[in-house]
């Protein structure tokens, strides 16, 4: 399977990991069409789909992307920032899921994809409190809609990085350079989504997958390409244990 003649309408794409995965769509000979909304109003929602749908004539992947952050604890965060990352996140997520899957049926090898983390309910990882929460419901919102939308042959699947990915919020919140230095390139989710987006969709849904992970199962054997400093020790991401998966042995 290819992505040629595919359609993807994916929010959140001004930069970051988003950016990645529309600029790699433009290198391979793909057409973007940047539209400015607010995932969050679903009428800003609909027209955005219908007007990617008016130009391209269906919609055969959707990527929930559009994401807001903010680590700070429920003494920290204020309400306003909460409704703000659960409104994004969750609300964000629903909206742009429900107003792409109509036009996503019936087309060939559909995907859902939200780049949200599997659910880790030891206690280390129930902190901070509101950005689990909204990236939590991100994945619950994505792992429903896989079996909603599974007679329909639509797959719905999230993915996520073991390591820190060299985005802003990396840079803003996580440690600055020192943080960058530790991260892997935004090409480690860009080429993670391609393979995912490959995989036969009737089959292949309903699964909270690593980036690394993937990667290796689609045939990459050497990580150390994506990182943003050769040798470096890289920093593993929220809600991951370790940075490479079990058993992987290269560089």
Known sequence: MTLSGKTMFISG??????????????????????????VRDPDSVTAAVAQAVEQFGAIDVCVNNASAINLGSIEEVPMKRFDLMNGIQIRGTYAVSQACIPHMKGRENPHILT????????????????????????????????????????????????????????????????AMA?????????DAAYAIFNKPAREYTGQSLLCEDVLLDSGVTDLSVYNCTPNAELGVDLWVDTPNPPGYTGP
Do not use: F, H
């Open 13 to 38: 794409v001004s930069r970051g990991i988003g950016l990645a995965i529309a600029k790699e769509i433009e290198e391979v000979g793909g057409q973007a069409l940047p539209i400015v909304g607010d």
């Open 115 to 178: 780049l949200s983390p599997p659910i880790r309910m030891e206690s280390e990882w129930l902190k901070p409190t509101a950005y689990m929460m909204a990236k939590y419901g991100m994945t619950l919102c994505a792992l429903g809609i896989a079996e909603e939308m599974r007679e329909a042959g639509i797959a719905s699947n999230t993915l996520w990085p073991r390591t820190l990915v060299a985005t802003a919020a990396v840079q803003n919140l996580l440690g600055g350079d020192e």
């Open 182 to 190: 530790k991260a892997r390139k935004p090409e480690v989710y860009s």
